[in-house]
């Protein structure tokens, strides 16, 4: 499968990575002897089923999931592999504990809670199993005898004292730090239903009522021809393959109005039609109109396009309280075409969460800046931060309103308490009469070029990165760039003494750069050595392209290609990870309590990098 472009990383001074667990339903295996399953499924593939009773949470890592094998369809014919051994200490009293250990030697397995048995008859317990590591979970298994019973929805221990059945509950539900925080509700590589036959299945088998039990099912990337597949699906005759191919995955949101947005990202080719809850929500690559079995997508996709993933964003409307239906139709753009394939991520934003955007060296009333501004506009961000340059060429009173209110007027008010835009100055600002036509133009706090304020869980700094120089009329800031400046002292000052989850400082001039200009060292604040709050990332303009540059294990990026010429990099500096100045384009930001992600994405929906901080107030 394509790597979705992306990285995580822990925020060391608040707290480790969270814990990723799936949800799950599962019985435990009947054999005393390590067994190795045939085929393997990952729990996160598994619809979830609560049985009731008590309760066994399992908590994996994201890259460690555990499997399960079996008829999945019948709870029959379950098996959750584990090693343990069932102690009963004192069987009339009715305790006991229980040990696990995997069979991976690098995974770790920790029970949390011990037994608690019944007085006679059927005793039942109560288990709580933690599985954390770096290493997928091969199988394991329970080290007794024990046996499913379906009558009792539960497994019965045979040993140690054959007169006592022991019955305990599974159910694996996820209480998922990680999956709560950003909302995932289907992963990347997650197994899908597919239909590979060739046949017009019409619109039916969009429906949640359909019934797709006897569909095969695998987990993404799927598709033929590239070599790439995790599953591999039927393409139907040499020189005539079918057109289109059908997926659906069911997942639960228990309470809709917890979330807000939603953010679909695909991986396709050639074409693709998506359907939640019966309702399409989004066509790639296809005519407009009716779509048929036989419709082909408008063009082939090859190349780098065929491993590059998209994003939109989706109203969260259409999600209902239980089980939704996600249905996806892929399409060749004709028989003779090559090959096929097919992923998805979708992501909901909570509703408690902060979700923004970042734009810089925007304002000049482009086309490009038309694009960049309906891309924004369709993520329905909270609110913008600006990098600079909001004005060209020279910041003045008869061009602002044409370069900004134009295209970013919903988001801009004379009251701070309604104001959804939150600009930093560039040098293009400071042009004209001591920036007094965009001082002018924006209600914003404190002295208004430089700034902070909360919103949601983030702390937001508005830098004036522009040195004072003199011309005809004053130009920069007054109060210095520098660290030690007046400017410089006093915002350090506010981001060490934060309270909020995470602080982010923004501005025009790059600390570090491989564009055209550089790095600004004037601008390598002490922003990871404060003796209290640090900054979780910096973000800067002024080159006219996008790039992430980790220094020390801080991200500094580079985003100023929303609506001015683009500029390519030159040689990448030390800790340059991702340049890109192809296309024009913004960044979205999502912020929960404990997880901060950053997202660029082209005009044309394409990701280009993926970056997530975790801890903040966790």
């Known amino acids: 499968m394509p790597p979705l472009p992306s990285e995580s990383i822990p925020a060391a001074s608040r707290g480790g990575q969270r814990i990723l667990c799936w949800l799950a339903t599962a019985a435990l295996a009947a054999s005393a002897l390590p067994i190795r399953p045939a085929a393997l499924a990952p729990l996160g593939s598994l619809p979830p089923t609560i049985i009731g009773g008590t309760s066994i949470e399992l908590h994996v890592s994201p890259g460690s999931p555990a499997y399960v094998s079996g008829d999945l369809n019948d709870p029959h014919d379950r098996a959750l592999y584990w090693q343990a051994a069932i102690d009963v200490s004192d069987p009339d009293t009715g305790t006991g504990d229980l040990s696990v250990a995997a069979v991976s030697s690098h995974v770790e397995v920790v029970p949390h809670a011990s037994l608690v048995l019944g007085a006679s008859g059927r005793h039942f317990g109560e288990v709580t199993l933690r599985v954390d590591g770096t290493a997928p979970v091969e199988g394991v298994q329970f080290g007794t005898p024990i046996e499913w019973d379906p009558g009792q929805r539960g497994i019965r221990s045979m040993e140690p004292n054959p007169d006592i059945d022991i019955y305990l509950p599974i159910v694996l539900r996820g209480v998922d730090d990680a999956a709560s925080s950003s909302g995932q509700l289907v992963p990347a590589g997650a197994t899908w239903k597919y239909h590979d036959a060739g046949a017009d299945l019409g619109s039916a088998w969009r429906s949640n009522e359909f019934d797709d039990s006897a569909w095969p099912a695998g987990p993404a990337q799927l598709g033929y021809g590239d070599g790439d597949e ?41 074409g693709v039609v998506v359907y939640l809850n019966g309702q399409e929500i989004k066509r790639m690559n296809m005519p407009a109109g009716a779509i048929a079995a036989t419709t082909p997508a408008t063009g082939a996709v090859g190349g780098a396009d065929e491993n590059m993933w998209y994003q939109s964003a989706v109203s969260s409307n259409l999600l209902i309280a239980g089980t939704n239906v996600l249905a996806v139709e892929t399409h060749q753009a004709g028989p003779a075409s090559s090959d096929i394939s097919f992923d998805l991520l979708l992501t909901a934003t909570p509703a408690r969460a902060a979700r923004f955007a970042a734009i810089g060296d925007y304002g000049n009333a482009s086309p490009a800046e038309g694009q960049v501004a309906s891309l924004v506009a369709s993520w329905d961000p909270d609110f913008i931060i600006t990098l600079g340059d909001n004005n060209y060429p020279v910041g003045a009173q008869a061009t602002i309103e044409a370069n900004i209110g134009a295209f970013y007027g919903d988001y801009i008010a004379a009251d701070l308490g309604t104001n959804r835009f939150w600009p930093s100055m560039g040098n293009h600002d400071w042009y004209t009469n001591d920036a007094i036509p965009y001082l002018s133009y924006f209600t914003l706090p404190g002295n208004e070029r430089y700034y902070d304020l909360v919103r949601g869980p983030v702390h937001l700094f508005a830098i004036d990165s522009e040195a004072l120089h003199q011309g005809n009329s004053q130009q920069g800031e007054p109060d210095g760039v520098t660290a030690g400046s007046v400017q410089g002292v006093d915002m350090l000052a506010r981001i060490n003494n934060s309270t909020a989850c995470w602080q982010l400082p923004y501005f025009h001039h790059p600390p570090y750069s491989s564009g055209v200009h550089g790095s600004n060292t004037n601008l390598q604040w002490p922003f990871q050595d404060n003796q209290g709050a640090e900054a979780d990332a910096v973000l800067a303009g002024h080159e006219h392209d996008y790039e992430r540059v980790m220094v020390n294990g801080l991200p500094y990026f580079v985003n100023g290609s929303a609506g001015a010429g683009l500029r390519p990099l030159g040689t990448p500096i030390a800790g340059s990870v991702v340049g890109y100045a192809a296309k024009h384009g913004a960044m979205l930001m999502t912020a929960t309590q404990t997880m901060l992600a950053f997202t660029f994405i082209s005009v044309d929906g394409e990701v280009i990098d993926t970056y997530t901080v975790t801890g903040g107030c966790g």
């Not at 591999?232 to 995955?249: I, L, M």
């Open 230 to 270: 995790v599953t591999v699906v039927e393409s139907g005759p040499a020189g005539s393959h079918y057109v289109t191919t059908y997926f659906r995955r069911s997942f639960v949101v228990n309470s809709p109005a917890d979330y807000k947005i939603l953010d679909l990202r695909l991986l396709r080719d050639d």
